[in-house]
C-alpha cells in the first residue's frame, strides 16, 4: 500500500482533473471520449505535458514570461493542431499571453501554467471539470497526484496480446479511415513495434498502475470489462470521479481501431473486440513472447494463458531483430521526452 492510500483529499479548487492512463491501445481515447461526453467534462487531446513538455519528476521553478507564452500557446497548437500536426507557435501567442494575465509571475511554474490553460480552454466550451487522456502518465500518477491531490485517475487495462496485435498494425493506421498520418510518425510506429518492446511497456505500464490499486484517487478498468457490460462501468467511474451519470455518454463513435476500418456514423461500445488476437494476425512467436514476458500481470488482472506452440528458430530471429529496431526506437522517440534514460528507466522495469 502506497503512502497516498486510503487518506482524504480536497478536489483543487482552481480546476478538476480526470486522468485517463494506461498503456497505449488499451482502450484511453474510447474511455476519454465517453467522458467527454459528459456536459460538464471537457476531454483534451493527447497533450504529453507531463514528460515531454515538462519533465515531472523536476522540482518546479518559475519561468519567464515569454517562455511561459511559449508553452500555452505551444498547448493551443498541440490541442487545436493535433499532436502530429503542430506547427508555428506565433498565431496562438496574444491569446496565450492573455491566458496568463491572471497568473503571478512568482507562481508561473511550468505545471501552474498548464494548469492555467486547461482551465481556460475547457472554459471556452462551457466546461468545468478536465480530462486528459495520455496514456503515459500512468509512469508519473505519484507525481502527479502530489501536483493535484484531488486529481482522479482511470488506469485503462486491456488483455496483452490485444494490445500487441494493435500496435502491430497501428502504423497501417492511415489506411483504416484515419486523416492523413504524418510519414515520419508511420515510420516511427512501424519502428516501435516488436514483441518484446509491446511486452515490456505492458509490464511496466501495469506494475505503475498496480502501486496504486489501493488509492482512493486510482480506479482500475479492464477494457473487456468495460465493452462486456458499458453502462454498468461507466456508471462506477462516474460515480468514483463524482459525476451524474447520463446513457449519451456510450454514444461514441467507433473510430480508432487498428483492426478495423472506422465507422464515425457507428456508435456506442462494440463488444465484439475484446480477443481479437485470437482470429489472427499474431503469430505463434509473438503471442509466446507476449505471454511470456507478461505473465504475471496476466495472471493479476484475470488473463489466461493459452497454449502454443512456437518454432524455436523464429523466437531466435525475433531476439535478433529487436536489437536493431531498439536502436531505431531510440532515434524515432529521443524528441518526445524530456530526459530520456529517466523514461527508458521506467519502462523497463519488470
Known amino acids: 500500500m502506497t503512502e497516498l492510500t486510503k487518506t482524504t483529499v480536497q478536489n483543487d479548487p482552481d480546476v478538476q482533473i480526470i486522468l485517463v492512463v494506461g498503456n497505449s491501445r488499451s482502450g484511453t481515447t474510447m474511455m476519454g471520449r465517453i467522458l ?6 471537457f476531454t483534451f487531446n493527447e ?5 515531454e513538455l515538462w519533465y515531472p519528476e523536476e522540482n518546479p521553478q518559475p519561468m519567464g514570461r515569454l517562455d511561459a507564452v511559449k508553452l ?21 501567442m496574444d491569446e496565450a499571453e492573455r491566458v496568463l494575465d491572471d497568473l503571478d509571475s512568482s507562481s508561473a511554474t511550468p505545471p501552474r501554467v498548464f494548469e492555467a490553460f486547461l482551465k481556460y480552454e475547457a472554459g471556452r466550451y462551457g466546461k468545468n471539470i478536465v480530462c486528459l487522456q495520455t496514456p503515459r502518465n500512468v509512469y508519473y500518477i505519484r507525481e502527479i497526484l502530489a501536483l493535484h491531490p484531488g486529481a482522479y485517475f482511470v488506469n485503462m487495462i486491456r488483455d496483452p496480446r490485444d494490445v500487441l496485435l494493435s500496435q502491430k498494425r497501428r502504423w497501417l493506421g492511415r489506411f483504416s479511415g484515419s486523416r492523413k498520418i504524418p510519414f515520419f510518425h508511420i515510420v516511427r510506429t512501424w519502428a516501435d513495434y516488436h514483441p518484446i518492446t509491446i511486452s515490456m511497456l505492458w509490464r511496466s505500464g501495469i506494475r505503475a498502475g498496480d502501486q496504486f490499486t489501493d488509492s482512493l484517487r486510482v480506479f482500475q478498468v479492464r477494457f473487456e470489462d468495460l465493452v462486456n457490460a458499458p453502462q454498468e462501468m461507466i456508471q462506477k467511474i462516474c460515480t468514483f470521479c463524482n459525476l451524474a451519470y447520463h446513457p449519451e455518454m456510450l454514444m461514441v463513435p467507433q473510430v480508432g481501431s487498428s483492426n478495423r476500418t472506422d465507422k464515425p456514423d457507428q456508435m456506442g461500445i462494440d463488444a465484439s473486440v475484446p480477443s481479437r488476437w485470437k482470429q489472427g494476425g499474431l503469430t505463434a512467436a509473438e503471442i509466446h513472447i507476449s505471454q511470456m514476458m507478461t505473465q504475471n500481470g496476466m495472471a493479476r488482472h484475470n488473463y489466461i494463458k493459452e497454449p ?6 523464429a523466437i531466435l530471429v525475433s531476439g535478433i531483430a529487436w536489437a536493431g529496431k531498439s536502436i531505431l526506437v531510440l532515434i ?11 523514461a527508458i528507466r521506467k519502462r523497463l522495469v519488470k
Not at 500555452?72 to 500536426?85: E, K, M, N, P
Not at 524515432?332 to 530526459?339: L, P, Q, S
Request: proline content about 4%.
Open 308 to 313: 502454443v506452440s512456437p518454432n524455436p528458430l
Open 72 to 92: 500555452v500557446a505551444r498547448l493551443f497548437s498541440i490541442q487545436r493542431d493535433g499532436y502530429f500536426y503542430q506547427g508555428d507557435i506565433q498565431k496562438y
Open 36 to 41: 467527454g461526453k459528459h456536459k460538464s467534462v
Open 332 to 342: 524515432f522517440n529521443r524528441h518526445r521526452v524530456k530526459n530520456l534514460f529517466s
Open 47 to 51: 497533450d504529453h505535458f507531463f514528460e
